[in-house]
């Protein structure tokens, strides 16, 4: 046998079985969402739907709901910039800091920082859903004991996001600090020790050796979180209690979820999920152009 | 002292304070839930700001063992994730190593691809998903889960190792071929050694995505005898009245598991095994 057969055929094993996993639990229900977009399935015709064209589209981008689709669409936006911001800053910060070789008890500090991932999401918000109560909530209580008016965290539009995307960041710092921690463990020391020499600044050595070197790894965990908070039901689902107050703190994910398991509109749950997903796509195109992710570094 | 000493322990410090911060804001939320696991009554609400409440008691733990499923919950979730956990691991760290050293056809439409299926909003994926596993008959069956929630980790999991390869230099490799290691070899006795912090962060990431998810496992698993954790915590909600104490016991021990495998793999995770391996 030659080498480049052997060396195809060595390709061939180590990459099939994920991108076979991969297309039959994705592809199949893909195509299946595409066809319920352009039906009429609805609580009235749940079983005997037909093809019906773009009408649900159009619905989408004309039809006055309340709230309305370019609101949330720009909530959207805002929601996913602000976490993925505290997220990422948050996270290589700390991890900077506790690669430190000065640092001790670092496996301590790694375990207590990590807790607010290794709690289910579920219990997360229903606990900070609690302390953003506005009489009985710890948030009102600590900023009364340090002088601060109670704020009506829950009843009103911006307050309630503000308390979603809290919960949010908190929820999510670990992950980016993980994978932060991770990457900075690839970079030589060498190559800081070569910087030493040269009388280069701590800044100088992030700008120049650390940041570089870490990118490879952050840039498919930075892509990846955009795209799952964007997508991100549960936090704002719970926090919120299902967009209260009316209907105002939605996203568009959760949007789609009330109007296809709370009002049985799948036909325009299906459309409306389409939208997310070319939104999505377009972002991730524009920005993996921009990363060059797909390249190798050596 | 020097200047640079002083600048030294200021940095020190600095960072200790941060991290002490940090710590703070990590663990109030959770000593929150531990709280409402040992009031007496089934309260979540209190003006108190205390983390141990008068008269705390540790009634609701002994009641999730005697009253409730919770064992049996326990069991099933940890069959169900150690196994996705190591379907992960195996197929991302074959499949990153192929896309991370090798050129073929299709190559980045198939990485493409894997972050697409990232980008489809999950609960409408619920309805087909639901009719194609009723089709193959995995309906009320683990290997129908394990499939699931494979799917779902994969794509961060080959992106993620694909960059973490990425980043050890291919010279390593060249030297293995010259002495003599086939392409198996180079891979499993040079580089995956290497790559040790990246498959930590991916065992990581699918035993956290299987062990807390909950709106594909209620689907799935109907069969009060093949619930896992997260369904079950969830049936303390649907009566007339949220059992919090027994929610907040039982929150408390299903993070357990999760720190104990964060304990464990977080050595590997700083394990430096780069230093050395690479001359100039």
Request: glycine share 6%.
């Amino acid at each position: 046998m030659n080498q480049s057969l052997r060396q195809k055929i060595f390709i061939f094993f180590l990459v099939t079985p994920a991108l076979i996993i991969l297309l039959g639990v994705v592809v199949y229900p893909f195509v299946y969402n595409v066809i319920i977009s352009l039906s009429n399935m609805n609580l009235r015709h749940i079983k005997d739907w037909e093809i019906v064209g773009f009408r649900n589209y159009a619905k989408v981008f004309t039809e006055p709901s309340q709230p309305d689709f370019y609101v949330i669409f720009i909530k959207t936006v805002i929601w996913t910039i602000v976490n993925l911001f505290f997220h990422v800053v948050i996270g290589v910060f700390l991890a900077l800091v506790l690669n430190q070789k000065e640092i001790r008890g670092k496996g301590i500090f790694r375990t207590i920082l990590v807790l607010p991932w290794a709690v289910p999401q579920l219990i997360v918000a229903l606990t900070w859903r609690g302390m953003f109560n506005y009489e009985y909530g710890s948030i009102n209580q600590i900023l009364g004991k340090v002088g601060l008016p109670a704020v009506e965290w829950l009843r009103s539009p911006t307050e309630a996001f503000a308390a979603a995307i809290i919960t949010n960041v908190w929820l999510g710092f670990p992950f980016m600090m993980v994978i932060a921690l991770g990457a900075l463990q690839s970079i030589p020391h060498d190559l800081y020790e070569a910087a030493d020499i040269d009388g280069a600044s701590w800044y100088h050595k992030l700008r120049t050796i650390t940041l570089p070197l870490i990118k490879p790894v952050m840039v498919p965990a930075i892509t990846l979180g955009t795209i799952w908070t964007f997508n991100n039901l549960n936090i704002i689902w719970l926090v919120s209690n299902a967009g209260e107050p009316s209907d105002s703190t939605h996203i568009l994910v959760s949007f789609v979820y009330k109007a296809a398991f709370n009002f049985y509109r799948y036909g325009y749950g299906a459309a409306l999920s389409m939208i997310i997903f070319f939104i999505l796509l377009i972002f991730s195109v524009v920005f993996m152009r921009k990363t060059k992710v797909t390249e190798a570094v050596y | 002292m020097t200047k640079s000493h002083t600048k030294k322990l200021i940095r020190v410090t600095f960072s200790y304070v941060v991290l002490i911060i940090f710590c703070i804001i990590s663990i109030y939320p959770v000593s929150q839930v531990l709280t409402v696991s040992l009031r007496p009554a089934d309260r979540l609400l209190s003006t108190s700001l205390e983390i141990i409440p008068d008269n705390a008691t540790i009634a609701n733990y002994i009641n999730l063992f005697v009253k409730t499923d919770f064992l049996l919950w326990m069991w099933n979730s940890l069959l169900i994730t150690s196994s996705v956990t190591l379907t992960g691991v195996i197929l991302a760290a074959t499949a990153g190593y192929g896309f991370s050293r090798y050129k073929f056809v299709g190559k980045k439409a198939a990485m493409q691809s894997m972050l697409v299926t990232q980008m489809f909003p999950a609960t409408m994926l619920l309805l087909p998903m639901y009719i194609m596993l009723v089709n193959l008959g995995l309906i009320n069956s683990y290997l129908g889960i394990m499939i699931m929630y494979s799917a779902t980790a994969l794509p961060f999991c080959v992106w993620q190792m694909k960059g973490f390869y990425d980043t050890i230099p291919s010279s390593l490799e060249e030297a293995g071929r010259i002495d003599g290691c086939s392409q198996f070899q180079t891979f499993y006795l040079i580089v995956l050694p290497l790559a040790a912090p990246a498959l930590v962060i991916t065992a990581l990431f699918s035993f956290m995505s299987s062990w807390t998810e909950y709106v594909v496992a209620a689907q799935i698993l109907q069969d009060t005898a093949m619930w896992t954790l997260p369904i079950g915590l969830k049936s303390f909600e649907s009566n007339m009245s949220t059992e919090w104490g027994l929610y907040g016991a039982a929150s408390m021990l299903v993070t357990v598991p999760v720190v104990v495998l964060f304990l464990v793999l977080s050595k590997y995770l700083v394990s430096g095994l780069t230093l050395g391996s690479v001359k100039g």
